[in-house]
Structures are given as structure tokens and as C-alpha cells.
């Protein structure tokens, strides 16, 4: 038993000097920068439908975060307030009663809850982590893309747009100018879209524009006249499908079938991941500019992307893509609860990983006591922050989930168990929830903050923000390197994001491989890379 609880332990100070390395942020991208995860419990999530980890922060906490991002995250900041109001932290404004679903005292002493505490050990990882083949020092920025987009899916791009081209010209009309698209210009079709992340253009089409983001070194591949024509007729899947169990998406579920193979087979993440929903509109900074134009344009969004995330390298395991209510019929969007919905998604997204003892981190709209039961029946192990106004609270003892009139003293928490589960209240100028089966309720933590110094809390208090704060920079940074160009329909804004999160995992793959030793590329210049690569410029070889 103690063997496993070092072994939990090493996990968490590896955690440690992770986030304490990303402080500097450079073990990430190679660049540094503002960043709004100084808080660990922070949501990097916006007005997504997502749950903000912990919006419910106490405000003195929130002080130094809201000076340097008085700019930089304005929209979360704001919800974050409306959220928490002054009620106190996460269960403040409740009444007495408990949420719907938790048990009086008598009822949770009947269902085994008790506040003797037992030690809980996680069983070894079955699993290496890392990349799963090794790649030769001269791999190029696309070799690593093509590990996700190889040239069989790029050929089927370009059967189904030739396909989809035939039938709406025999519907509407000859269109002179057009005349079937090869895999060469396909590939520089993608080069020139995936620009947009590099250079934050704000249309695909002002590469060959005379203006600020005119690219005349990549203008040259290809006239905007054909460019514009393969963008009008671009597919996946020009037909639709007699049947399918996602109506909605079918125009792109074939593509995100096979980069989740991709995704699975190229890498194996750590122990610790998170679910959650990330940041996919633009960066905080561009945002403050366009308020308007951008709070129109994100209205549009009509899906929701959640992802499993290693928290180790931020290598992203496998998405899920659902449509909002009155999109398709992909079952999801007929949920209306939303904790029914978001256990619906963990599993989806969980379906991969049973039997291997990994731990899951999880926001306050998955955690609940019968998802994380059925998971420990698959050896998946969680640890998830719970909110009593967002979360499922079936089966919880109530006398933990209500604020009692004593004053409680920071960093003062109490647990209950049942099994192996803990339910444990800590306070941290607010109330703050967790419950969990992958760490011990009698080993203790420490939250460092630079003011305040040290907050002493339970291990899965200071696990929880250890990983998450990693995964925030993550994807603070990231989220810098998506995609910029916006088409309207639904299945394109999902075909770029998609491609995106390609982009980042293949550099993640990348900076862990061999290659970069040689050349050691930020995560700008791989973009840059990717780019000359897909449009076939002379200067790509090895050697340059």
C-alpha cells in the first residue's frame, strides 16, 4: 500500500515541476506569454456550454488573475462573477435541503457513507506512454501531419470533391471554370487554409489581396480563381447516406472516424487525463478588438467539441463532436438535462480506455456518483470537481454538499467515504467539492499560491489543480494556433477544427521525437513548416 501510495506521490510531483516548468511556459511551445491559468481552477472554456472548472473561485482569488487579463479574458471574467455572486463559493447559495437526489443523514449512514477514512490505493498503469513508433531524425513537419491526414484520406478528398462538383453542376448548370481537382492541388488547398493559423488573417482569400496579410510567397502555388473554385466544391462525403446513426454530421463522420484511429494509434497518453471542452474561438487578444463582429460569430457555433486530454503532454486523445438541440439527430442534442448529456460524452469518450487503471479528471457537469461508480467497474479511476448547482448529486450526503453556519478556517476540509470513494469539502475563501477514488483521503497537499503562500488541502485537492493549471496554459497556448478561417456551414467549422487539433497533436508528436533535436522548431515556425510542406515549395528539403 505504500508502495502505491509513492507511486501516487511521483505522479504528483511529476505534476509539480510540470506546471511549476510551465511558469515560463516554454516546455510547451517554445514561446512565452501572458496566460490566464494562474489560477488552476480557471476555465479556459468562455461562453462555451461547458462548465467553468471552478467559476465559483472565491474573488480575492480571482484579484491578481483579473489584473492581467483586465483585457485578456473579458467574457470569462464576467460569467465567473455572475456565477459566483457573493453566495460564498460553490454550494453557497443552496438551501438547507441539499440539491436534488442527495440523502439526509440517516439515509447516507444507511447507503454506507461514513467519516471513518481509509487509505486508497490506484493499481499500476497498464499502459507505456508516449509515442507509439519511432520517427527518423529527417521527418518533416508533414510527415508528423500525415501520420493523422496520410495520403489515402487526401485522395478520398479529392474522389468525393470531383464527385460532389459532377453532381451540382448537373443540377445547376456547367461551370466552365472548373475541372477535376488532384491530390497535389488538394494538399496545397489545405496548405493555404492551415496559413490562417500562422498568420491570423482574417480571410483565406487576402493571401492574394495586396494587403497587411498578402502572402505573395505562397500566392504564387495557386490563382484565387481555383483556389475559390475547389473551396466552393470541397467534400468529404459528396452523398448522403442512405442511413447512419449521425444524420447530422455525416458529411464529416468518416473523417473524424479515422483521425481517432490516427489518434489512438500513434500515441498512449500518460496515467492522468481530463475531459473537458476547449478553448476553440479565437484568442482572448484578437477578441478584445472585435467584440461585436466576434459575439455575432460565435452565435453561429452550433456544435460542441469535448475532448480527452493527456495531462502530461496536452496530446489530445480522442474528441466528440455533438449538435446542439435542433441540429440533426445525432441523440445527444434530445438530451435535455445536462449532466445526463455530459455523463453521455464521458463515456463516449472513455470507451477506449477501460481496464488500463487510468485516473480521469472531470468538471462539475460529469462528476457524479453513479458515472464514477460504473467507470471503477471498467478500472477507470476519477477525480472530479463538483458544483452543487451543476453537478448530478444523486447519492451524496447532503450534510456535505450544504455551507454549515460555522466559519470554516482556509484550507480546513472534511471528507466522508463510501467504498473507496471520498467526498471531500475543502475550504479555500469559498467551498469547494471534490470526489474521487484515485487518491487517498488521509494524505495531505499543499496549493502554493505566490501571495498567501501555502494552503494546506487533500492529495486529490492539490492533484486536481496540479493537472488542470497544466492543461489551462496548454491550451492557452494552443488555441493560439487554430485555424482562422471561418467558413458558415457546421460539418467545415468541425473539418478545420478537427485539423487543428491534428496540427498541435503533431507537434506534440514531433517535440518528443528525434527530429526535433536537429532542428528544434517553435511551434510557429512547424506551422510555417506544415504550410511550405503541403504546397510543395523547393525549399523543403531536410537540409534547409
Known amino acids: 500500500m505504500a508502495e502505491c501510495g509513492r507511486k501516487a506521490l511521483s505522479l504528483l510531483e511529476a505534476a509539480r515541476s510540470r506546471y511549476e516548468s510551465l511558469q515560463i511556459s516554454d516546455d510547451v511551445f517554445g514561446e512565452s506569454g501572458d496566460d490566464s491559468s494562474d489560477n488552476p481552477f480557471y476555465s479556459t472554456s468562455g461562453d462555451s456550454d461547458s462548465d467553468n472548472y471552478i467559476a465559483e473561485v472565491g474573488e480575492e482569488d480571482l484579484h491578481q488573475q483579473q489584473q492581467q487579463q483586465q483585457h485578456h479574458h473579458h467574457h470569462h471574467q464576467k460569467r465567473g462573477d455572475k456565477e459566483s455572486g457573493h453566495s460564498g463559493g460553490a454550494g453557497g447559495g443552496t438551501s438547507a435541503a441539499g440539491p436534488p437526489g442527495s440523502l439526509s443523514r440517516s439515509q447516507a449512514e444507511e447507503e454506507g457513507w461514513t467519516e471513518t477514512l481509509q487509505d486508497v490505493t490506484v493499481p499500476p498503469y497498464q499502459e507505456t506512454y508516449g509515442p507509439a513508433q519511432k520517427m527518423p531524425e529527417t521527418a518533416t513537419a508533414l510527415d508528423f501531419f500525415q501520420l493523422f491526414v496520410p495520403d489515402n484520406c487526401i485522395q478520398n478528398m479529392v474522389t468525393q470533391t470531383n464527385m460532389y462538383a459532377k453532381k451540382f453542376q448537373e443540377r445547376f448548370g456547367l461551370d466552365e471554370g472548373w475541372r477535376p481537382v488532384t491530390a497535389q492541388e488538394m494538399k496545397a488547398f489545405l496548405g493555404f487554409v492551415t496559413s490562417t493559423s500562422v498568420h491570423r488573417c482574417e480571410s483565406v482569400l487576402s493571401i492574394w489581396s495586396s494587403g497587411f496579410f498578402s502572402n505573395r510567397s505562397i500566392a504564387l502555388k495557386m490563382s484565387q480563381a481555383r483556389f475559390e473554385k475547389i473551396l466552393k466544391y470541397f467534400h468529404i462525403v459528396a452523398f448522403r447516406p442512405s442511413q447512419g446513426s449521425n444524420q447530422g454530421l455525416y458529411k464529416i463522420q468518416p473523417f473524424l472516424d479515422s483521425l481517432q484511429q490516427s489518434f489512438s494509434c500513434t500515441f498512449r497518453p500518460s496515467q492522468t487525463q481530463v475531459l473537458h471542452e476547449p478553448l476553440i474561438d479565437e484568442d482572448p487578444v484578437f477578441i478584445t478588438t472585435c467584440t461585436e463582429r466576434e459575439l455575432r460569430k460565435r452565435k453561429k457555433r452550433k456544435f460542441s467539441l469535448w475532448v480527452r486530454q493527456c495531462t502530461s503532454t496536452g496530446f489530445i486523445c480522442q474528441i466528440s463532436v455533438h449538435l446542439k438541440e435542433g441540429q440533426g439527430t445525432d441523440g445527444l442534442a434530445t438530451l435535455k438535462n445536462k449532466p445526463q448529456l455530459h455523463s453521455l460524452v464521458a463515456k463516449q469518450l472513455c470507451q477506449n480506455i477501460s481496464g488500463k487503471n487510468t485516473i480521469i479528471f472531470t468538471g462539475p457537469s460529469i462528476t457524479s456518483l453513479g458515472l464514477f461508480s460504473e467507470f471503477s467497474k ?167
Not at 397 to 417: I, K, N, Y
Not at 466 to 488: Q, T
Not at 500 to 517: E, F, G, H, P, V
Request: net charge positive.
Open 378 to 544: 471498467q478500472d477507470i479511476f476519477c477525480c472530479g470537481l463538483l458544483s452543487t448547482r451543476k453537478s448530478d448529486c444523486t447519492g451524496l450526503p447532503q450534510s456535505m454538499l450544504v455551507c454549515d453556519s460555522t466559519p470554516a478556517q482556509r484550507g480546513q476540509s472534511r471528507v466522508m467515504m463510501k467504498g473507496t470513494m471520498s467526498l471531500i469539502s475543502w475550504y479555500n475563501k469559498g467551498h469547494f467539492r471534490f470526489l474521487t477514488n484515485a487518491y487517498s483521503p488521509t494524505k495531505q497537499g499543499m496549493i502554493i499560491k505566490r501571495k498567501s503562500g501555502e494552503i494546506p488541502c487533500p492529495l486529490a485537492v492539490e492533484a486536481f489543480a496540479a493537472h488542470l493549471s497544466y492543461i489551462c496554459k496548454y491550451d492557452d497556448k494552443y488555441s493560439k494556433y487554430f485555424i482562422f478561417h471561418k467558413p458558415n456551414k457546421t460539418w467545415q467549422q468541425v473539418f478545420w477544427l478537427s485539423i487543428s487539433i491534428a496540427i498541435n497533436n503533431a507537434y506534440i508528436l514531433y517535440k518528443m521525437s528525434d527530429a526535433y533535436t536537429v532542428k528544434r522548431y517553435s511551434r510557429a515556425q512547424f506551422g510555417e513548416r506544415l504550410v511550405r510542406e503541403l504546397l510543395d515549395l523547393d525549399d523543403c528539403s531536410p537540409t534547409q
